[in-house]
Every structure is written in structure tokens, then in C-alpha cells.
């Protein structure tokens, strides 16, 4: 890490904060640190882990240090974000605790008007995602029932293997013994007996 401008209880009035990140113990950070120390970070956060990963020691540890007034460095949007909506939830939260951020590969810098408005042009993208998908499983949820089909799984027992259940059944094997026979759950097969349809 690097040594950071907060020394001897003074702040530095902004503060310039790297964050880098690979995704297995045996990449290297150097590209990253090279060009977080050119872009004048004063201290850099780090971590060894995949990015789908929840609990990032380094990513934390750079986000308790961040102070209002701060900016937040990183290579590249995906050594950040998880996700979109994830990646947009961080750099939200960032602004409002009036933290900025800059990624170096995409030219992202939310300290300025035009990079402040690419990253409400992303949040609103992941709203528009978010807002179809839900829209298209309203659409077919809606046109399942209109054919008389309720949403859902297809249920792992079918008429066929309710039938050959009954038939191993009648021939004295188990429901247990049966399920096995039918590649199906025990619980799945008692459930479909139980209810007599498929």
C-alpha cells in the first residue's frame, strides 16, 4: 500500500483514493498500481478476489476511509461494481456521503458534470433493465394464465411417472424405492400420490 497524505491528525483537503483488484492470488496488480499512482492516488486499497465476491476486505477498508471531499480511483468500472445495479449502488452511495469517482480505462469522473451525467445515464440504464424484466414476467405470467397455466416450476412428476410409481408401488417397493427407480425426490413423488394428479 501506499503511505497515505493523512498523517498527524491533518486531512489532506482531497485525497485521492486507489482501488485495485484481481481475481485470483496469482494475477498481478502492477498494471493497476502503475497507472493508480500516476493518476496521483495517495493510498491504495487492495484486494485478491473474484469480483462476484459480497465480502471484499480491501474494498471495505477503502470505503471507511474515503472522507467527504475524497475521490475514489480505479482502473476499471469492473474491478469495483459486482454488477451494474451493484456498481450503481456503490458510486450512489459515495456521492452522497459527497465522495467522487473516477474510473482511468472508461474516462469516468463523477467530480465533473459530463462524468456525473454518464453515471446517472447507468443508473438509469439499470433502472430500464430492471423495469422490463419485470415487465416482460408480468407479460408472461399473464399470458400463462390466459391459457390456463400458472407460473411456476413444472412439476418434477409428471403422469407418466405417476403412473409407474403406482405400478412399482403395487408391485411392493417402497415410495422411497420407487422415487429411486424414477430419478425423482421421495418428497416430490409422496406429494404427487398425495394429491393424485401430476
Not at 11 to 35: F, H, I, N
Not at 160 to 172: P, S, Y
Request: charged share 30%; proline share 2%.
Amino acid at each position: 500500500m501506499l503511505h497515505s497524505g493523512r498523517q498527524g491528525g491533518q486531512e489532506a483537503a482531497v485525497a485521492a483514493v486507489g482501488y485495485a483488484r484481481v481475481s485470483t492470488a496469482d494475477q498481478d496488480l502492477a498494471l493497476q498500481l502503475d497507472a493508480l499512482a500516476a493518476a496521483g492516488c495517495t493510498k491504495v486499497f487492495e484486494d485478491r478476489a473474484s469480483g462476484a465476491r459480497a465480502d471484499r476486505p480491501g474494498l471495505r477498508a477503502a470505503l471507511d476511509y474515503l472522507r467527504d471531499g475524497d475521490v475514489l480511483v480505479t482502473w476499471k468500472l469492473d474491478r469495483l461494481g459486482r454488477s451494474l445495479p451493484h456498481l450503481i449502488e456503490t458510486v450512489a452511495a459515495l456521492e452522497r456521503r459527497g465522495v467522487g469517482f473516477r474510473s482511468l480505462t472508461e474516462v469516468i469522473d463523477t467530480t465533473t458534470p459530463g462524468g456525473r451525467l454518464v453515471f446517472h445515464l447507468f443508473a438509469a440504464l439499470g433502472q430500464f433493465e430492471r423495469d422490463l424484466i419485470r415487465e416482460r414476467t408480468r407479460a408472461g405470467l399473464a399470458a400463462a394464465a390466459a391459457r390456463g397455466q400458472t407460473g411456476g416450476r413444472r412439476p418434477v412428476v409428471n403422469e407418466e411417472k405417476l403412473r409407474r410409481a403406482r405400478e412399482h408401488i403395487t408391485r411392493g417397493l417402497t415410495v422411497r424405492e420407487a422415487a429411486a427407480r424414477l430419478k425423482v425426490g421421495k418428497t416430490a413423488l409422496y406429494e404427487a400420490l398425495k394429491a393424485g394428479l401430476a
